[in-house]
């Protein structure tokens, strides 16, 4: 175990939410009183491209191409599964709790979002999209809210928010190479 480790995935499986604003990733609007953001980017067309982009959200391709470590009681798409991301080298890492909250696994509109656990620096909701148009565009779109949850995270705001912008680019960066590869 690490040194900022928290409990195993399994262990997380009835720990509560750390936020009360549960599937609003889904709402049009993003609650108040977080730190919102939102990416939206067509990555390619036709159904080959979206199931492509689609899989690899479902199988937590984002996550691991920003060099996370992924530990989950179950898929992405099965509302419910506790995620470990551990971000950091594998004895210090530093353990980022979450629950799927949401998802869709067929249609055309995919994804999910997890919600934040006791233990993560933020607290808030972040979900992962693809969408095939009619016109047959692939439209992949990443929505976040988010607060500073921990004292670590509070007293950094700067280097807080700038992981989280981080992330963010290299999820983006996946999925336009999921879009990408045959």
Do not use: K, N
């Not at 262990?11 to 009360?20: I, K, M, Q, S, V």
């Not at 963010?168 to 960066?173: D, G, I, N």
Request: glycine share 10%.
């Amino acid at each position: 175990m690490g040194l900022f480790r928290a409990a195993s995935p399994e262990g997380l499986r009835d720990a509560p939410l750390t936020y009360a604003e549960v599937g609003a990733t889904r709402a049009p609007e993003l609650p108040l009183g977080y730190r919102p953001g939102e990416w939206t980017e067509v990555v390619g067309s036709g159904r080959a491209t979206f199931e492509r982009v689609a899989a690899a959200i479902l199988a937590w391709a984002p996550q691991r191409s920003a060099g996370l470590r992924v530990r989950a009681t179950g898929p992405a798409g099965e509302v419910g599964t506790v995620v470990v991301l551990t971000a950091g080298l594998p004895r210090l890492g530093y353990d980022i709790p979450c629950r799927v909250v949401w998802a869709s696994t067929t249609g055309d509109e995919r994804g999910f979002a997890y919600g934040t656990l006791p233990g993560h620096p933020e607290s808030g909701e972040e979900c992962f999209t693809v969408r095939l148009t009619d016109g047959g565009d692939v439209v992949v779109t990443i929505r976040v809210f988010s607060r500073l949850a921990t004292p670590a995270a509070r007293a950094v705001p700067p280097v807080s928010w700038a992981a989280q912008r981080v992330a963010t680019a290299r999820y983006r960066s996946a999925l336009r190479r999921a879009a990408r590869d045959r």
